[in-house]
């Protein structure tokens, strides 16, 4: 990594005693192309999520036969699927329906992970340990396998998948935040809480949980890619949204069948989910190596 | 090393009865009821009842994990709803075609990743090594369905050179085993051969810096034998360990790979199992995956003690 441009300069020396770690934090993740590339792409993405179905051109559901496999132009920019309805159009309400459903599921998954996490990291113990053994073992599933287990039982749907991969990544959750809460606790902040005698809750509350937000920032974004692939992956598989309604992976396993006929679509949603995907990643790695030059000599 | 090896065999026990525990808790959220669902949708209530008692639905709770536990260690796991068969010969009957496809992307992983992070460490941040990292990142962002559709895109529709589907057992033509393997198992390599060489790069640049490395050069050994005995074997723990990781990404992506190329592995099995709502197979299919991944690690533990005997005394 660059080691030039995150050094704070001579400028930054000596800090204000009281500066916020978030600020220095910021301006050295904004110093970093790859973070400012990465998410200046997801957020024309979440504009794009958010807009794109309100100016769409055509109807995303319903199309005209005739217009089946219409090779891009004529009023279908991008061309027509296999039942003539207007890719364009549908891959702008797909955006949206697989960007939101990724975020449910991480969304989940820190409701579910960070609780737990930090009782357990806090309290440790035997409540600890049995956790961890549930976690461990929990972990030890593929991550598609266990999440196609859960939507089988529950029976496929957006929402159900979505409950699944939350489930799925939650130990994950859990693994991170336990960690830095283990390591926050031995700090002398925390200690010097406790020795004032400050409640448990106010001690994790105000205490540990703003020192492990970082971690968990990366996490999430790692977490977002890794959800929308497995959203993906769901409905390629046909055990995520239901139709009409379309998604990244919904749209890529149906012109998955009409490859010979369509090969333009295939590779479109394909390179549409994996640059997204590619974003997320590049901007957590940039994030963690902002976050870990916050560490003081 | 017994001693150490027992240790990790019986340290398997408890994983595995959470595995199957969760399993059994997930199975108690199915919707309705399981007894009804087995009898039919057309089943008279007698009927309904006489599911129940047959699979065990009236026990305590405790008790059915319990005899269905027992179940599992004899290798029982139940009766396909769907076709009525044992679920462990269904597994079995396709296991094969999931074994061939990981193993060969495996194999095919460590072939790519073992050269090129030697050549990327060799000199760092020279050309080779920028374009080694260019492509790893690649590698590990593009998903296994993407790789898979451009292949055969590519391969089987564009050039049409090699079989885009079906599989062909080892046991009957080595050769049109190995045509139809290469599709699926580069698919599912790439990911594996990404990440491999971006550790392998990572712990193998460590170890160019050495002591011991300038000594072997000073000695006047080849570029071949300094890379290849003296970083190699040095860089094989951290490798080892990312190997074991991958078959979790392995097992979970043969799913894809397996609809991609039409092959009937155990992925195609659960994803048919869940159409079918027939969850003695689901749960059959799971418990195997989770198994293997335990079983793996556990090789890879008892490898460290292998590689690095330091391992061995600690423990």
Request: glycine share 10%; hydrophobic share 50%; proline share 6%.
């Amino acid at each position: 990594m660059s080691q030039a441009t995150g050094l704070p300069g001579p400028t930054a020396m000596p800090p204000p005693r009281r500066a916020s770690p978030s600020r220095g934090f910021l301006r050295r993740a904004v110093t970093q192309p790859r973070v400012v590339a990465s998410a200046a792409a997801l957020l024309v993405l979440v504009l794009v999520a958010v807009v794109g179905p309100h100016v769409a051109p055509h109807d995303p559901l319903s199309g005209e036969l005739s217009r089946a496999f219409q090779p891009p132009g004529d009023g279908y920019l991008l061309g027509g699927d296999d039942l003539g309805r207007d890719i364009l159009s549908r891959l702008l309400l797909a955006t949206r329906i697989s960007l939101l459903a990724a975020f449910q599921a991480v969304l989940i998954a820190f409701a579910v992970g960070v609780p737990v996490g930090l009782l357990s990291g806090y309290f440790g113990g035997l409540l600890d340990s049995v956790l961890m053994k549930f976690n461990d073992a929990a972990m030890s599933f593929p991550a598609l396998i266990l999440a196609i287990v859960i939507v089988g039982i529950l029976g496929p749907s957006l929402t159900n998948a979505m409950v699944a991969i939350g489930a799925v990544y939650a130990p994950r959750v859990v693994r991170v935040v336990r960690g830095s809460t283990l390591a926050a606790r031995e700090e002398l902040y925390v200690k010097s809480a406790q020795a004032m005698g400050c409640a448990h809750s106010r001690v994790i509350l105000r205490h540990i949980l703003p020192n492990i937000l970082s971690p968990l920032i990366v996490q999430a974004s790692i977490m977002m890619g890794l959800a929308i692939l497995a959203e993906a992956s769901l409905s390629f598989l046909g055990l995520g949204v239901k139709p009409p309604t379309p998604s990244w992976g919904q749209m890529l396993g149906r012109s998955f069948q009409y490859l010979y006929r369509d090969p333009f679509s295939v590779v479109l949603v394909g390179a549409v989910i994996s640059v997204t995907v590619l974003c997320f990643n590049v901007f957590g790695d940039g994030i963690r190596d902002s976050v870990g030059r916050e560490v003081p000599k | 090393m017994l001693k150490f090896t027992l240790k990790r065999v019986v340290g398997l026990v408890p994983i595995m009865l959470m595995v199957t525990l969760i399993m059994f808790l997930l199975l108690q959220l199915t919707p309705g009821d399981p007894a009804r669902v087995a009898a039919g949708a057309d089943a008279s209530e007698e009927m309904v009842q006489l599911f129940r008692e047959r699979m065990g639905l009236d026990q305590p709770l405790l008790q059915q994990y319990g005899s269905w536990v027992a179940g599992l260690v004899r290798g029982d796991f139940g009766t396909s709803l769907q076709y009525g068969t044992p679920v462990s010969e269904m597994i079995l009957r396709r296991a094969p075609v999931t074994i061939s496809l990981t193993l060969t992307a495996t194999i095919l992983g460590l072939l790519v990743a073992v050269p090129a992070a030697m050549a990327a460490a060799y000199k760092p941040d020279r050309i080779v090594d920028r374009s080694t990292v260019f492509a790893t990142t690649f590698g590990i962002s593009l998903p296994d369905f993407f790789i898979g559709l451009l292949l055969v895109l590519v391969f089987a529709i564009e050039f049409d050179v090699l079989p885009a589907l079906g599989y062909v057992p080892f046991t009957e033509s080595p050769l049109r085993w190995s045509i139809h393997m290469i599709l699926p198992a580069v698919t599912l390599g790439a990911a594996v051969a990404a990440e491999l060489t971006r550790h392998m790069r990572a712990s193998l640049r460590d170890i160019v810096g050495m002591e011991y490395m300038n000594t072997a050069r000073v000695k006047g050994l080849g570029t071949v034998r300094v890379m290849g005995k003296h970083a190699l074997r040095n860089a094989a723990v951290p490798v080892v360990t990312v190997l074991g990781l991958q078959i979790r990404r392995l097992l979970g992506g043969t799913v894809i790979v397996e609809r991609i190329f039409s092959l009937d592995g155990l992925g195609s099995l659960i994803v048919q199992g869940v159409f079918a709502r027939d969850f003695p197979v689901i749960l059959g299919v799971g418990i195997v995956s989770a198994l293997t991944v335990v079983v793996v690690n556990l090789a890879v533990d008892l490898s460290y003690g292998f590689l690095d005997p330091r391992v061995r005394v600690g423990a």
